[in-house]
């Protein structure tokens, strides 16, 4: 069960982060390609799959999320990458602001597959110490 949890979930991380640099760079590069009805509906579907089997990774090794601080700092770093992402490709009042947005986005997403890898706050700082 583990191991499928964590194929779907490295699946899903993928595609969900390819499915966001894409739509970043329609956003700089023609926006109206955001609004096609698939654009709309894929990546939630995707990010559904991604954050169940991450449930179920938790779950198949009985983590205590309260106790493991990786855990809630990736659960943190989460909500601020999908605000970010929000106001990267929807809710951003300017093309200035959007952007930022998108690169602090990325930068949270790079924190959080460091994190999940290296099981410590200190994401890919951790690796240096190991």
């Given at each position: 069960?583990y191991?499928?949890?964590?194929l ?5 991380a ?6 966001f ?6 956003m ?6 955001l609004?096609r009805?698939w654009v709309r509906?894929?990546?939630h579907?995707?990010d559904?799959i ?6 179920g990774?938790?779950?198949?090794l009985r ?9 809630l ?8 990458y999908?605000?970010?992402g929000s ?15 998108f690169?602090?986005?990325?930068l ?12 410590s706050?200190a ?8």
């Open positions: 069960m191991t499928s949890f964590k779907i979930h490295l699946c899903a993928i595609l969900s982060f390819n499915g640099v894409l739509r970043g760079y329609w700089m590069t023609d926006p109206g390609l609004e009805k509906i894929v990546p579907v995707v559904a991604f954050l169940v089997s991450g449930i990774l938790i779950y198949a983590l205590q999320v309260m106790q493991n601080g990786w855990l700092m990736k659960f943190g770093v989460l909500v601020a999908v605000v970010l106001l990267a490709l929807r809710r951003g009042k300017s093309i200035a602001v959007r952007q930022a947005a690169a602090l986005a990325v949270c997403f790079v924190y959080i597959v460091g994190v999940a890898l290296s099981k706050m994401s890919w700082l951790a690796w240096q110490s190991m």
